[in-house]
């Protein structure tokens, strides 16, 4: 069985300072890790994925995260928020199997101007 | 990525009836579909798989009885909610595996209201 964990159902951050929001997974074999965002009432967006090669990504939006085999993360991280970033964030993982999404709970963020 | 498409973008309907919802990959031929539920503030549920021709595979706990797919060609998959009960009002949301089925990209969701 695979599952994501997002430890934090909120995080706030000021516009301009770093933002990062967390993921852990659990997954037999090598992972495939994915982050969409949400916004209200809308479906999801993708913004980064990791199926093999560096272990650090870069997205859309500026959005990067970084795969970290050995803390089994995949943490989303953004140099400088905008205000514009508030929204649902979701982590999720797949196998090469049968690339079924599990999605973790999800994180909002809030980024205050 | 790919551009999909869902109609309606919400639905109100009263106890009993059926609901049919549409999803619609734009620029994409899409064998693989998938049907997610989402509850208010939590995340979503894989509902099921639908795959062009032939039977969606679905998830444990899901009715197929109920939550009847279709996926009759590359374009479209259609989910029918059968003889709704209040307990159905959720947002669905569907999705197609593009980029060799590593990647799904989203419709924007349904909202359905059973009164």
């Known amino acids: 069985a695979q599952s994501v964990a997002q430890p934090e159902d909120q995080v706030n951050v000021a516009e301009g300072n770093p933002l990062t929001v967390k993921c852990t997974y659990s997954v037999s074999g090598n992972p495939y890790l994915f982050w969409y965002v949400q916004y209200p009432n809308r479906g999801l967006q993708f913004l980064l994925k990791?199926?093999?090669?560096?272990?650090l990504v870069k997205g859309s939006y500026g959005f990067e995260a970084e795969f970290n085999k050995s803390q089994t993360s995949f943490h989303l991280k953004k140099p400088s928020a905008l205000v514009s970033d508030s929204a649902l964030y979701f982590c999720?993982?797949?196998?090469?199997?049968?690339?079924?999404?599990?999605f973790g709970a999800g994180t909002t963020v809030t980024v205050r101007a | 990525g790919a551009v999909v498409s869902q109609h309606p973008s919400r639905v109100i309907c009263k106890s009993g009836t059926s609901v049919k919802i549409e999803c619609r990959s734009l620029d994409f031929q899409a064998t693989t579909m998938f049907w997610y539920r989402q509850f208010p503030k939590q995340s979503l549920m894989l509902m099921a798989t639908s795959n062009e021709g032939s039977k969606a595979t679905y998830e444990q706990g899901v009715e197929k009885d109920k939550f009847l797919i279709n996926h009759a060609s590359l374009t479209l998959s259609t989910l029918t909610v059968t003889s709704a009960h209040p307990e159905d009002s959720s947002f669905y949301i569907c999705?197609?595996?593009?980029?060799?089925?590593?990647?799904?990209?989203f419709g924007p969701g349904t909202r359905l209201t059973v009164l």
């Open positions: 990791y199926i093999t090669g560096d272990n």
């Open positions: 999705s197609v595996g593009a980029g060799g089925l590593d990647t799904q990209y």
């Open positions: 999720a993982v797949s196998s090469p199997y049968d690339y079924k999404l599990s």
